[in-house]
């Protein structure tokens, strides 16, 4: 592909934005999405896990296409999906405790956090080199991050906003969720 690293990176950040384009990864957008500091950390440790899942995933397609085996793939991803994301549970449990808390259910949620597993899949599909993978693996991090960092920073100034019952929890989070989606369409020109 000839597709320039800078398009890649904007593409999957932004145009396609795994979250809020895709609408792959909702349950910890929705779910740690409460106070900026558990968001931006989330986003880290996604990002973390999506560049270990990209170039695992871009030698396991290498390997499973010279071996013919292409029907591996999938179980594959996931094995290595899941081991990542355990190394990070560990990692954080080991050096911040009290994130490790916060995180609560949604860092294992990592694993089957169908964002990661659309990443590798998607960019095998697209038959990126290992450079373009991680770059697309950076920029969907980058893009998820983003928002995290929104969605939590809206409903963080929302707790100072006189805001009807009808409305508070869920429902206002949806609604804001919508509108950041159709937000991030306008990205779609670039």
Do not use: H
């Not at 995933?57 to 999938?74: E, K, S």
């Amino acid at each position: 592909m000839n597709e320039s690293l800078w398009n890649i990176f904007i593409n999957a950040c932004l145009i396609n934005n795994f979250v809020l384009a895709y609408f792959l990864g909702i349950c910890p957008f929705l779910g740690v999405s409460g106070k900026l500091e558990t968001a931006s950390k989330m986003g880290a440790a996604v990002t973390f896990v999506m560049l270990i899942a990209s170039a695992c995933g871009f030698g396991i397609n290498m390997l499973l296409t010279a071996l013919n085996a292409p029907y591996l793939q999938l179980i594959s991803f996931i094995v290595v999906i899941a081991s990542t994301v355990q190394l990070v549970e560990m990692f954080i449990k080991k050096m911040s405790p009290a994130l490790f808390q916060a995180l609560g259910i949604f860092l294992p949620l990592i694993t089957t956090n169908c964002a990661i597993l659309g990443l590798v899949l998607f960019q095998t599909a697209k038959n990126y080199s290992f450079v373009q993978s991680l770059v697309y693996a950076l920029g969907a991090g980058a893009g998820f991050t983003i928002a995290l960092m929104l969605m939590a920073g809206l409903r963080e100034q929302l707790d100072f906003a006189d805001v009807p019952k009808v409305v508070k929890g869920t429902v206002l989070t949806l609604f804001i969720a919508g509108i950041l989606s159709l937000s991030f369409m306008g990205f779609s020109g670039l």
